[in-house]
């Protein structure tokens, strides 16, 4: 069984940036190398959305929210996951969860997830 632990989060002023790191274990590095990983959020009152996700095959989808500001990486021989944001807004303020799964999987709720890290930006 999969397991993620997502580190990074916490409260930072509007502009600023963080990076969130996720590291996994119980998967050997040849299928987290083969794997889809990505970040969902879930804001207060919000239904949870994709962020950003790279496919097996290297498909980087990020949401249009995020574009320009949000760069997701991978260290396979970490087996580590990373969002770094960049000029944070309010609006990015939510439980941030690292996944592993094929998007389509993860869209519908199945696939790996961490237990979350709260990213609050202050206005």
């Known amino acids: 069984q999969v397991q993620l632990a997502e580190s990074g989060g916490g409260l930072v002023q509007a502009g600023g940036s963080l990076r969130l790191s996720c590291a996994a274990s119980g998967i050997s590095g040849i299928l987290f190398r083969i794997a889809g990983v990505g970040w969902f959020r879930q804001a207060p009152g919000k239904q949870r959305e994709l962020v950003a996700h790279?496919?097996?095959?290297?498909?980087?989808t990020c949401a249009d929210s995020v574009k320009g500001r949000f760069t997701i990486s991978r260290d396979n021989t970490k087996k580590t996951l990373y969002l770094e944001m960049d000029s944070l807004k309010s609006e990015d303020t939510a439980v941030y969860y690292c996944t592993v799964g094929a998007i389509g999987s993860l869209l519908s709720g199945s696939g790996s997830w961490g237990q979350g890290t709260q990213v609050t930006v202050s206005s």
């Open positions: 790279i496919s097996s095959g290297g498909t980087t």
